[in-house]
Antibody, heavy 120, light 107 residues
Framework: QVQLQESGPGLVKPSETLSLTCIVSGDSINSYYWSWIRQPAGKGLEWVGRVYNRGNTKYNPSLKSRVTMSLDTSKKQLSLKLSSVTAADTAVYYC??????????????WGQGILVTVSS | DIQMTQSPSTLSASVGDRVTITCRASQSISTWLAWYQQKPGKAPNLLIYEASTLESGVPSRFSGSGSGTEFTLTISSLQPDDFATYYCQQYDNYPWTFGQGTKVEIK
């Protein structure tokens, strides 16, 4: 059974960098796309970006200049860094696996999510 | 960016009802569309991918249809466990985008 577990600080100060990790268990990390998706309280879902193998990334242009995603295959974990955060970045952040079917893009496994609050 | 518009935003229905949710894309996305169910405090759960393919383990009362710009999610007979918020998502073009959600409430 594939499991994803996000971790990181729950509180980040404005202008600082949000850093999250997601540990994957139950399957290989190498052959999949992995994504981060976020959801502000009471609102909808926003795709942040996806990473595949070493350095193969796609980011949401709305965040592109601030976001960095990476994979550490030896640790079976993915990471997200979002710089220069503001209150608008307060959200639950999910890591998710992209299903290997057709045009890869549906998310078949999700972490439970981690709430990150941006506040001084 | 491709805009995904769901309707209605809220739907009130009773157990046993047939429920249909519509998702429209601002441009053609072929059949690269997924549907998710989300309950409060939980991560979304994949129901349908490639517009009409049922994810393993999802009850057969859920079905999806459509192509191009118009898609539907149908629940053939609403069950108590189905009261939740539903999202569509396109993965034809980057950035991948979601609809705003449809909340299915108890009538």
């Amino acid at each position: 059974q594939v499991q994803l577990q996000e971790s990181g600080p729950g509180l980040v100060k404005p202008s600082e960098t949000l850093s999250l990790t997601c540990i994957v268990s139950g399957d290989s990390i190498n052959s999949y796309y992995w994504s981060w998706i976020r959801q502000p309280a009471g609102k909808g879902l926003e795709w942040v970006g996806r990473v595949y193998n070493r350095g193969n990334t796609k980011y949401n242009p709305s965040l592109k200049s601030r976001v960095t995603m990476s994979l550490d295959t030896s640790k079976k974990q993915l990471s997200l860094k979002l710089s220069s955060v503001t209150a608008a970045d307060t959200a639950v952040y999910y890591c998710a696996r992209v299903k290997l079917s057709g045009a890869w893009g549906a998310f078949d496994y999700w972490g439970q999510g981690i709430l990150v609050t941006v506040s001084s | 960016d491709i805009q995904m518009t769901q309707s209605p935003s809220t739907l009130s229905a009773s157990v046993g009802d047939r429920v249909t949710i519509t998702c429209r894309a601002s441009q053609s996305i072929s059949t690269w569309l997924a549907w998710y169910q989300q309950k409060p405090g939980k991560a979304p759960n994949l129901l349908i991918y490639e517009a009409s393919t049922l994810e393993s383990g999802v009850p057969s009362r859920f079905s999806g249809s459509g192509s191009g710009t118009e898609f539907t999610l149908t629940i053939s007979s609403l069950q108590p466990d189905d009261f939740a918020t539903y999202y569509c998502q396109q993965y034809d073009n980057y950035p991948w985008t979601f609809g705003q959600g449809t909340k299915v409430e108890i009538k």
